[in-house]
Each structure stands twice: as structure tokens, then as C-alpha cells.
């Protein structure tokens, strides 16, 4: 649970895993203001929760979501001090970058892929990245053969697989020059840029397509 503002220090709500009531809430203050949209994933190391996530250091209140304008999202590594109750922040990726995806399998992630607009802002993003929160490094990185833009990418486990990132990303792209979007399915393990799949839709996606898949559904 988390209580942000843009102009405003960030706020973590931390329940225990088997709360009762709501006073067993415990807030946890950040040092600086900023904005987050999508969680990675968290751990805990005694009593320290870390928690990833995309976070923008301003947003305004109109919301320029999806536009070129819209201010920079960086991945975060936070440490939530239990005892403190004070929050640490370290930015460790100079990429822009949002809409994670992990294996939703795993509660402690090694591997997350992201959207990344580069260096700086832009119209949604150009790139896949693959990034290891254990070495928190980018390791494998994606792009189009030719001007595209990425939506929002969806990682599906491999039946029977054998690794956290033995998989598939999924995603619906934009190519601007055709006006078109195309279904597009990578291997999440290798990362190479040829993409297994490709489809060729009857008009274009707009931004913002959400998707969920179902195992072995009959």
C-alpha cells in the first residue's frame, strides 16, 4: 500500500502478512516527493523490506500519460526501515523506463523486463529491457528492426520451465511510419531481438491495451 503525491514525500503503508485490523498499519516516510505507477516486486532482509519500482521524481496533475511531455520514470531501489520507519532511495538504471512485468510465479524476482524511452522522455518507448534485481543491472535489451513504439509487454511462463525467465514476452507494437500495430511474442530467456512471432493486425492498437494470460485454458 503505498500514499504519493507530487509535490509531497512518498508514503509506504506496510501491513503484517496476517493483519486484522487496520491500526496494524505502519507507515513508512520517504525523504523526497515523487510519483509511482507500478510496483516491481519487494523482499524482505531482516528488518528491511526492498521494493522496486519505476518512480518519477515529479508528475503533473494533468496527467500527460503516454505523451513525449510527460516527466521521466526511473527504476528505484527502496529500503523500508521497519524500525526507523524511514525510507532509503537509490536510482540504479540511467534508463526511463515503466510497465514492468515478471514472472508472477516468483515472490522474490531476479528478473524484471520494463518499457524504456531511452535516456529521456518520449512517446511511450522504443525498447524491451531485461534487468536483474539481484546485480541491479540491465543485461539484455530489444528494439525494432525499425521505428516502432512498445505498449505494454506481458511475460508468460514456458510449460514445465525451468528457469524464473524460461518464457515468452508478449507484446502489441506501434509502428508510426504504417500507421499499424503488429502482435509480437520474444523468448524472455535468450532476449534475441528477432521476435519468435509476429502478426500483422487489421488496424492499429491504441496505448494503454492491458492483457492477462490463462494457463491451460480449455
Not at 496476517?18 to 516486486?41: A, N, Q
Request: hydrophobic content about 40%.
Amino acid at each position: 500500500m503505498i500514499y504519493y503525491n507530487s509535490s509531497d514525500v512518498i508514503l509506504f503503508g506496510v501491513f503484517p502478512k496476517k493483519f486484522l485490523k487496520f491500526s496494524e498499519l505502519t507507515w513508512i516516510v520517504t525523504k523526497r516527493p515523487g510519483h509511482i505507477w507500478h510496483f516491481i516486486s519487494a523482499r524482505e532482509e531482516d528488518d528491511t523490506i526492498v521494493v522496486f519500482a519505476p518512480k518519477f521524481e515529479s508528475y503533473e496533475d494533468s496527467v500527460k500519460i503516454h505523451l513525449s511531455s510527460e516527466a521521466p520514470s526511473r527504476l528505484t531501489r527502496f529500503e523500508l526501515d521497519m524500525k526507523s520507519k524511514i525510507a532509503e532511495e537509490k536510482i540504479f538504471s540511467d534508463y526511463v523506463v515503466e510497465r514492468p512485468t515478471t514472472n508472477t510465479a516468483v515472490l522474490n524476482h531476479k528478473y524484471t523486463y520494463l518499457r524504456s524511452e531511452g535516456l529521456m522522455s518520449r512517446e511511450m518507448g522504443t525498447e524491451l529491457l531485461k534487468l536483474d534485481l539481484k546485480k541491479e543491472e540491465v543485461v539484455a535489451k530489444i528494439s525494432c528492426s525499425k521505428e516502432c513504439i512498445f505498449n505494454e509487454a506481458l511475460f508468460i511462463p514456458r510449460t514445465n520451465g525451468t528457469s524464473e525467465d524460461d518464457g515468452f514476452l508478449v507484446d502489441i507494437v506501434y509502428f508510426p511510419s504504417s500507421h499499424s500495430s503488429s502482435l509480437m511474442v520474444w523468448d524472455a530467456k535468450t532476449f534475441q531481438k528477432t521476435p519468435l512471432f509476429s502478426a500483422n493486425l487489421p488496424q492499429r492498437v491504441p496505448y494503454g491495451v492491458h492483457g492477462i494470460w490463462f494457463q491451460n485454458l480449455k
